[in-house]
């Protein structure tokens, strides 16, 4: 189809019929390859200056003083700074992760070497996130433990804990029962949600309670990140899979949330309803597969407070944004752990509602702007960056 448009664009442009095409020198071809080739509201956005997109897609717009895509230009003395860093500090903190990545792969590899995998080859799953005995609490303990060791080996020596105490809402009224089981003892949240700023989200999470995730299928199948996300016990999707496939996967979501609320020994489901990661400043629209099950949900806010280079990655490649994070000297996080949200009757018959309500109380307790873009307007947003302005190639970019 592109070739069609682009033997139409190039029909309209001779003053001829005719006339044949003249020949293109080579710096013309790559001049005529940059033109759009729809005619689309995508194509004059990417037209448009840097400053424009910006205030249209401030979720995901870097604030450093790295700046946009982390190319900026840095003056002389932090010049001499990062340089300093990257021939001292880079290298200790690139063999100290990998110390630390082998070596609870070994004791992943160990605990697991003789028991199997809970496979679920129809929906293309398998963990070992409910095994039971010794071998389980050294995966988990051993699990927190080196996630705080890396965090400290990134810059991360401190963690800021706070706990919100939140108000119950006039406008919302609890039965007697409510947020109890059936022995009369609090609900147990079957998920805890996060909103989502980097990667390193999940090291932070995984030092306080070693959730379960949902991660790429791709993540399977690496040689060492593979073994010890199926012991976390990680749900896999696929971006780019069928609707009627999407369905399955928040099925095993949903009944895996069911089931850590019903089960204390199950490993709760740790979840990013936004679906993407922004700059850490906004909050954006939650999708309803963490609230299908209708539990109580844990509510976590994650902010990254910085002063040179912000730990978020929005829009900048991962390589670049692991240079910059380890070549600085302190990093800062915080974490506001919210009360457990338990939902009214109304909410669990409402999906929406509820993903709406827990959304907004976040954005309210973590000082967050509530935004109504999402993953569609990022991949705009990259794509006008990157110099893309073709649509196909925009909506079929992969997030990162």
């Known amino acids: ?115 199997a995998p809970n496979r679920d080859v129809e929906k293309e799953q398998e963990d070992f996130a409910h095994m039971g005995g010794w071998s389980r609490a050294v995966i988990v303990r051993s699990g927190r433990f080196l996630s705080r060791v890396m965090l400290f080996v990134f810059g991360f020596y401190w963690i800021r804990e706070t706990y919100g105490i939140l108000e119950q809402p006039k406008d919302k009224s609890f039965s007697q029962n409510e947020g109890k089981n059936q022995s009369g003892k609090p609900e147990r949240p079957g998920a805890i949600i996060s909103n989502h700023v980097s990667y390193l989200d999940i090291l932070c999470h995984m030092s306080s309670c070693f959730p379960s995730f949902v991660a790429k299928r791709s993540v399977a199948k690496l040689p060492l990140v593979g073994l010890i996300s199926k012991c976390l016990g990680c749900v896999y999707v696929q971006r780019e899979l069928k609707s009627s496939d999407f369905k399955g996967v928040a099925g095993v ?77 302190i990093n800062y996080i915080e974490v506001k752990r919210l009360p457990v949200y338990y939902p009214s009757q109304e909410e669990k018959d409402n999906p929406k509602l509820y993903a709406y309500n827990v959304r907004w109380l976040m954005a ?31 909506l079929h970019q992969k997030d990162d």
């Open 1 to 115: 189809m592109e070739t069609e448009l682009k033997d139409e664009n190039t029909e309209r442009s001779k003053p001829c019929p005719q006339k044949s095409q003249p020949e293109v020198a080579p710096d013309d071809a790559s001049t005529m390859d940059d033109l759009p080739l729809l005619k689309s509201d995508s194509n004059r956005m990417a037209t448009e200056n840097i400053q424009e997109l910006e205030k249209k897609f401030a979720a995901f717009v870097r604030n450093d003083v790295y700046g946009t895509m982390g190319r900026g230009e840095l003056q002389l003395a932090k010049k001499a700074l990062l340089g300093f860093a990257l021939v001292t500090l880079l290298p200790i903190r690139v063999m100290l992760a990998m110390i630390i990545l082998f070596f609870y792969y070994a004791i992943c590899r160990i605990c697991t070497l003789f028991s």
């Open 253 to 329: 979501v949903t009944e895996r949330v069911r089931e850590a609320n019903q089960n204390t020994s199950a490993p709760m489901m740790m979840l990013f309803p936004e679906g993407t990661t922004t700059n850490g400043d906004f909050l954006l629209p939650f999708k309803t597969g963490a609230f299908l099950a209708g539990t109580p949900v844990l509510p976590v806010i994650l902010r990254y407070p910085y002063q040179r280079f912000s730990p978020a990655w929005d829009s900048i490649s991962g390589v670049r944004h692991v240079i910059f994070l380890l070549c600085q000297f």
């Open 364 to 394: 309210r307790e973590g000082d967050l702007v509530m935004s109504d873009i999402g993953l569609a307007e990022k991949r705009v947003y990259h794509a006008a960056l990157n110099g893309n302005n073709s649509l196909p190639s925009i």
